[in-house]
């Protein structure tokens, strides 16, 4: 089990960028599929981008595969979401989760949460 922090949210401007991050405690980090999920206003939450102890990543869509970039660095127990060319409905909470081994890209099989981050696009 890992405690996860996001931290990196805040106000942007259509088009522009911003990364989040995401800290996480306890042991094995290296071991656990990293995500990140998103909900915005009235919408429920759902995962955009996954990567793996290996750092392979998944992407919901191919739209999020051309703005966000998912990493991590195992050394620091931090993975990472950069927005890119942000627009309107990037805004809302930004979710960092993990899971410990299976299938990166199995959103629904995510139980490890952090407290989120907000994101506001104007």
Request: proline share 2%; with cysteine.
């Amino acid at each position: 089990h890992v405690q996860l922090v996001e931290s990196g949210g805040g106000s942007v401007q259509a088009g522009g960028s911003l990364r989040l991050s995401c800290g996480a405690s306890g042991r094995y980090f290296q071991n656990y599929c990293m995500a990140w999920f998103h909900q915005g206003p009235g919408k429920e939450r759902e995962g955009v981008a996954g990567i793996s102890p290996g750092s392979i990543t998944i992407y919901r869509t191919s739209d999020m595969r051309g703005r966000y970039i998912i990493s991590r660095d195992n050394a620091k127990n931090e993975a990472y979401l950069e927005l890119n060319d942000v627009r309107l409905d990037d805004s809302g909470m930004w979710y960092c989760a993990a899971k410990y081994g299976g299938n990166c890209g199995d959103w629904a099989q995510y139980r490890n949460w952090g407290q989120g981050t907000q994101v506001t696009v104007s």
